[in-house]
């Protein structure tokens, strides 16, 4: 989301990190997710929000809906 990118930039310059410390905080917040995501083929959409940069939430993870069976 805009407030999660907004949250990562203030994170980097705090951190006076430039551009790969955009990738270090992107990695940390998703250390987790990326192990579990390809295990799960119903995952449409991962969103980070700026609370879990912020407080380290869980990403909200949208799913895709299971086709009913005749």
Request: glycine share 4%.
């Amino acid at each position: 989301t805009e407030g999660a990118l907004m949250a990562i930039a203030k994170e980097a310059i705090k951190r006076k990190s430039g551009a790969r410390g955009l990738r270090s905080i992107m990695e940390t917040i998703m250390l987790d997710v990326m192990y579990e995501i390809p295990s799960q083929s119903n995952i449409r959409e991962c969103i980070i929000s700026e609370e879990v940069v912020l407080h380290r939430e869980n990403p909200i993870l949208l799913y895709e809906k299971e086709q009913e069976v005749a």
